[in-house]
């Protein structure tokens, strides 16, 4: 119950494409949703995040899509561009405790 | 804002050496900071949480004896891996989280081998 299962593992986008990660959960505790961008060698940074009570949130080229009735949440990454190759994390957890984090996206933007 | 640092970025050890990694949150108060481990091409696993002035709190399969943790300040976190041998080799983040907020900052992380 507390996992929280994120695919694909990999995907390929033609840049100028659109990037659609998906993660779903159980806990119904969760009220936190963050998503993460980690290059390689580096720590994740955080990209966006959202709380159960709105049903999407857009920051720039990136949106998260909330859908609290079916436990689901996604990353729409607008516009992918090569400079979005990265790995992404999706994370959940109940207010104030550790995050939970999906097992990693590995996305790649071609030209 | 919210810059989490790490040090050192990268370090490599003899076999049996102890090893300490320092984290600190430069333009907030953390009052708790996680410690987490990362293998290659995989997801991030934490391995303890500690909030300011008390012990920290391990996950289960985590030896508490090995990783020593410490979190003397409201911006400093130390994680000590004592007598490091080769399959402690790893990447090591830490985060932090203000007080109050669900936010966790990570730092770049520290590449740690054991000759």
């Known amino acids: 119950q507390q996992q929280v299962k994120q695919s694909p593992q990999s995907l390929i986008v033609q840049k100028g494409g659109i990037s659609i990660i998906n993660c779903a959960y159980e806990n119904t505790a969760f009220d936190y949703f963050p998503w993460y961008q980690q290059f390689p060698g580096k720590g994740p940074a955080l990209l966006i995040a959202?709380?159960?009570?709105?049903s999407e949130k857009k920051e720039g080229r990136f949106t998260i899509s909330f859908n609290k009735s079916a436990k689901q949440f996604s990353l729409h990454i607008m516009d992918s561009q090569p400079g979005d190759s990265a790995t992404y994390f999706c994370a959940a957890s109940p207010s104030l405790t550790p995050l939970v984090f999906g097992k990693g996206t590995r996305l790649s933007v071609i030209a | 804002g919210a810059v989490v640092s790490q040090h050192p970025s990268r370090v490599i050890c003899k076999s049996g050496t102890s090893v300490k990694i320092e984290c600190r949150s430069l333009?907030?108060?953390?009052?708790?900071m996680f410690w987490y481990r990362q293998f290659p091409k995989q997801s991030l696993m934490l391995m303890a949480t500690s909030n300011e002035g008390s012990k920290a709190t391990y996950e289960q399969g985590v030896e508490k004896d090995k990783f020593l943790i410490n979190h003397a300040s409201l911006t400093l976190s130390t994680l000590t891996v004592t007598s490091a041998h080769p399959e402690d080799s790893s990447f090591y983040i830490c985060s932090a989280s203000p007080k109050g907020s669900d936010t966790q900052y990570f730092g770049p992380g520290t590449r740690l081998t054991v000759l």
């Open positions: 959202i709380r159960p009570d709105v």
């Open positions: 333009d907030f108060q953390a009052t708790t």
